[in-house]
């Protein structure tokens, strides 16, 4: 048997796989490596499965599950690129996100109608501008620009 730790809380817990148990596990999933949608469903599917065991997974399944994210996490990357928020739209998600109100952002902007512009997406967002609302949001001035 082989040990693998696993944390729990703070105390590390040894558990030992057995071989056959896995060797069966993964006989009757056949994890490979996931190219297609329809692969990286039926991968999510036994590993929801596995999930939802929680405390009641063995050790096999628990490798299993660790094996499962790996492959599906590596075609996701591969596959799922999200599209890069316009600067406006991250502004008006970074406002809702954080329960801000448009006329928060005034002092940055100088203006009511200068900040509603920019909002809007009427008004370009300066590289000044994108400066101060890096600074205000806390985040990467790449966001504004």
Known sequence: MRNITKTSGKAAVNRKINPAVYAR???SSLPT??????????????AEDLIRKGEQR???????L????????????????PE???????????L?????KQADLVPLFG???ITSEVINGKRAISKAQAKALANFFHVSVEVFI
């Open 25 to 27: 596990l993964l006989a």
């Open 33 to 46: 490596l996931i190219e297609t949608e329809a692969e990286n469903r039926r991968a999510l599917a036994i």
């Open 58 to 64: 063995t050790p096999e399944e628990t490798a299993l």
């Open 66 to 81: 660790k094996l499962l994210g790996h492959l599906i996490e590596t075609f996701e990357r591969r596959f799922y690129q």
């Open 84 to 94: 890069k928020a316009t600067p406006h739209e991250a502004l008006r998600e970074l």
């Open 96 to 100: 809702a996100v954080r329960g801000l």
């Open 111 to 113: 203006s009511k109608g």
